[in-house]
């Protein structure tokens, strides 16, 4: 074989391997922007979550939220499941007058054959009353809850998309707790969270962290006391893994006391943290709206709830 032909040959055979070698960094560089939180897409689930209206259990709203949501997990995890539970309430702008509400915490499962269990949690309905509103003749209108609900689904939808292409090194069990916000106090309120505390058998978690109104725009989010107090360590842990990744909204300092969907299992002994910017003016207003909130909030509660996913504490 004549020189110039082995040159042909091997030149031919070095520009093979690298277009194979550019091909495979391609692949990694796919795949890694794939497992990636996205917060445009985030921010699209939170909009969406919104464009049904306003979702209180009870209405078609909530209804149809329920089997979107149902939906959209089930593309990610085929163990998704409802937990239907009733609730007797009472029934607003009516003196004493009594319904019954069906409704329905939503649990998907990812990473089933590990044996340690992390939960992440978050709330799906929306407030049925303005309460907060200035104005006494809309306080009886339903709020559309974008910070308020949607923005805690979002990002854990969000992680549900990332779980999928990147099995966890731990069992996930995503929670959407039903019944939240619904009544005039606490005690009609955190149905789902109290349901699932009692009813938890398979699904039971070693520990879990709990989203709520992280959404905002302005977002600082300081150490919810009641998680403080039941679970310094492990709360403790969260906040010094937020600022080790530059997370600057998550602030080391005790905020608040916020009764919530956490309170319920930690009241049945299992360590919950709540990640929740509580100052916020447009709480159980009308004025709750998709213009309030930012997809870089969902990134940076995204990033953090995603490292210790993969990473541990």
Request: aromatic share 10%; net charge negative; proline share 6%.
């Amino acid at each position: 074989m004549k020189l110039s032909q082995l040159a042909s040959i091997f030149f031919i055979l070095s520009c093979c391997m690298l277009s194979l070698l550019a091909t495979a960094q391609d692949d990694v560089v796919d795949k890694k922007q794939l497992t990636t939180f996205d917060s445009n897409n985030a921010f699209e689930i939170l909009k969406k979550q919104c464009e049904f209206g306003p979702r209180p259990p009870g209405s078609e709203e909530h209804k149809k939220t329920r089997d979107y949501l149902f939906t959209e997990l089930k593309k990610y995890t085929d163990t998704v499941s409802l937990q239907p539970f009733t609730a007797a309430v009472d029934s607003f702008g009516i003196p004493k007058q009594r319904k019954t509400l069906h409704m329905n915490n939503i649990i998907a499962e990812f990473g089933s054959s590990h044996s340690e269990t992390l939960l992440l949690a978050a709330h799906w309905d929306t407030r049925p009353i303005a309460d907060k509103e200035p104005d006494k003749d809309v306080q009886l209108n339903p709020i559309l809850g974008a910070n308020d609900g949607a923005s805690g689904v979002a990002v854990l939808l969000e992680i549900a998309r990332i779980l999928k292409l990147k099995p966890p090194p731990r069992r996930i069990v995503i929670v959407l707790f039903d019944g939240e916000d619904y009544g005039k106090s606490t005690d009609q309120m955190f149905f789902g969270s109290r349901y699932f505390a009692k009813n938890m058998g398979k699904w039971k978690p070693d520990y879990g962290i709990l989203l709520d109104m992280i959404g905002d725009k302005d977002l600082e989010i300081p150490i919810e006391q009641y998680s403080w107090v039941a679970n310094r360590e492990y709360t403790d842990s969260i906040w010094k893994r937020a600022i080790e990744l530059g997370l600057a909204p998550f602030q080391y300092r005790i905020g608040p006391a916020i009764m919530d969907d956490h309170v319920p299992l930690i009241e049945v002994g299992i360590p919950m943290v709540n990640i929740i910017d509580f100052d916020y003016p447009y709480w159980h207003t009308l004025e709750d709206t998709v213009d309030k909130c930012s997809p870089k909030s969902l990134e940076i509660v995204g990033k953090l709830v995603v490292n210790i996913i993969y990473e541990g504490l």
